[in-house]
């Protein structure tokens, strides 16, 4: 018996498969070296379409005009060199220059990683929007790499996120986070809403691009709250729906026109379901109908509640307001109703937002209205802009149409009607320029201009 088990043990060693290697199955990548690596690429990718936005501009100082120089970040959305940033990067700058990354020459195949700087070119502001801090730059390079934006609604809390931009100047940085939330309010009545952060944002980030994990812009880095300064994990960007509505339209005509349908809305609760007999204690119910307003014109109601808007359910008033703020003038909603046992659906025009601050400036060209040591646009203030100013205290004046903010803490704001130049009169345009031209180099400036029904007087720093 013996004998027979060393034979067999010999034959086994024997035979022809005892000496191939048993296959060892392949080792599973972790999945954390997975997302490490599809984040590298990620941004990778990302990269040479961020850009520093470089600003000089001047601030009194000592008496004098200081130079000052500043740095904020950007996106490029068209390969035909339009660049979005933040309004407040720009805003008062008299040279604006933008450093593209990864765009410097190099020898092929190059490794190190320390790479050189990008071309810096120069940019010029097609437009700003104070009401969501955006501003749309054109550069004249054609060819860039460039981004899409993606859909801000389709985020959720707890996704990741990467924010890329030039913190504290040091630029091409990028940090990785998650969405805290989809829709913050910085008051309650806000139309405009942000995505909150906790991807690390700091000075500097200001205008660079929210990036989700397939590349698309979700949102535009705006601003942080911080009790030091500097990143504190709450950092807010404007949503990318927003962005593509207010780049769209400043690309196009240099300024955004907002609509609106003439309707006020409130959130139903069960106290006011009770009152008015609705037969849902939620939702956003018709407050009121402006007169010859287009809402009033479809055969909207008050007291309809409102079921739906182009198909979304509309569970409150809020969710009403901020799915209007993005939609354009000249276009149209669809709104389904509800009215006693009845579901009807209207369509309604959407018109431009009256007392909008800004609607003077597709009347105006550089051509033709520049106040240049102002840093304005204006128009003479005749009985068509009156009309769009009731209540002003006099007839005559200057009416800011765009303004570069130069005066500071206290800006020259579009609406703005100047009346007089250090207690000299203003009629018109061309009143102001002469007035302008009679002060001494270095004089103090002093404007009195009416504001939204105030008087005020206003410091500028003439160029």
Known sequence: MRSAVWLALAGALWSPTAGAQVPVPPREVPSLARLSSDLEALSERIKPAVVQVLTTGYAPGDGLLVKQRASGSGVILDPDGYVLTNAHVVQGARRVQVALAGLAGGPPGARSILKAPGRVVGAVVVGTDRETDLAVLKLEEKGLPSLPLGDSEALHPGELVLAFGSPLGLENSVTLGV???VARQLRPE???IYVQTDASINPGNSGGPLVDGQGRVVG????IYSQSGGNEGIGFAAPSNIVRNVFDQVRRTGRVHRGEIGVRVQTVTPALA???GLR?????VVADVVPGGPAAEAGLRIGDLVVKLDGKLIENARQLEV??????PGGSVSLEVRRGDERPTFGVRIVERPGDPERFADHVSPQRNAVESLGVL??????ALALMLPGLRARTGAVVATADGRSGSDPLLPGDVIYSVNQETVSGIDSLRAALARLKPG???VLQVERSGELRFVVVEPE
């Open 179 to 181: 969405v805290s939330a």
């Open 190 to 192: 806000d139309r405009m």
């Open 220 to 223: 535009i880095s705006t601003f």
């Open 274 to 276: 009770a009152g008015l």
């Open 280 to 284: 849902q204690d939620w939702g956003a």
């Open 323 to 328: 799915d209007l703020y993005p939609r354009a």
């Open 378 to 383: 204006a128009l003479d203030l005749d009985d």
């Open 443 to 445: 004089s103090p400036v």
